[in-house]
């Protein structure tokens, strides 16, 4: 059986650099179980979950090497269900070499990710886009990453939060508003490309301000766009 691991490229979108409230029929990113509405993009993770259930469901009693959820046996996916979900924000590296902070150079894109949780903890993310047949999953897995964005969703519990890509610099962060401000947490590949430290720099808590950020990213995505 096929796995589709397929990445569509992401539409751009304009967005503000503030965490500005989502319109009535978006739902909030990384929002809290009761905070949830059956939006489009949600009713269409539930059913590609559901339908990626039901054709593995054949294969109870095993487990396929490179299986993309972190699970025992491919029956525990019928008991699966869609957690919070969130919109991938892109970084325009453009804006960010001529000068603009990163939270100014962010660009809301058509692609949502949702946790996809087995008895409340996080077996692996599910990517879904839109299309002329409605909210299509184009790729499922990342067992690792959703377990580590769990745990700092845990730990900001209430707090604004957005995904943060800068392709160009292979760095994600977990973007936390406070007091209008963000600060940001670099997920596992922006703490390997960048060389920064798990704990944080500003107050040893994960986060970092923008500025403590800058000179690394630039710089990175200098390099990798060829402008030495």
């Excluded at 054949?58 to 959820?69: H, I, S, V, W, Y």
């Excluded at 946790?115 to 692996?124: A, D, E, F, Q, Y």
């Excluded at 760095?171 to 390997?192: H, N, S, T």
């Amino acid at each position: 059986m096929n796995l589709r691991f397929c990445i569509s490229l992401p539409l751009l979108l304009a967005a503000g650099a503030a965490f500005a409230a989502p319109p009535q029929n978006v739902e909030a990113d990384f929002a809290q179980a009761s905070a949830r509405i059956e939006t489009p993009a949600r009713a269409g993770a539930d059913l590609a979950l559901r339908n990626f259930a039901a054709q593995w469901g054949r294969e109870a009693g095993t487990l396929p090497q490179g299986f993309p959820f972190d699970v025992a046996d491919v029956a525990d996916l019928a008991d699966a269900k869609v957690g919070y979900g969130f919109r991938v924000y892109e970084a325009d590296p453009a804006a960010l070499l001529a000068g603009k902070r990163l939270d100014e150079s962010l660009r809301a894109t058509a692609t949502w990710r949702f946790n996809v949780t087995l008895g409340g903890r996080p077996i692996g993310l599910m990517t879904v886009v839109e299309d002329a047949g409605g909210w299509q999953a184009v790729s499922f897995g990342g067992a690792g990453l959703a377990k580590e964005i769990d745990a700092v969703v845990d730990a900001r519990a209430g707090a604004p939060m957005r995904y943060v890509r800068v392709n160009q610099a292979t760095a994600d962060f977990i973007a936390v508003g406070e007091g209008g401000k963000a600060r940001y947490a670099p997920l596992r590949a922006a703490r390997e490309s960048l060389r920064l430290a798990a704990s944080g720099k500003s107050g040893g808590d994960g986060l970092y301000a923008e500025s403590e950020l800058t000179a690394q990213l630039r710089d990175s995505v200098g390099r990798n766009l060829g402008h030495e």
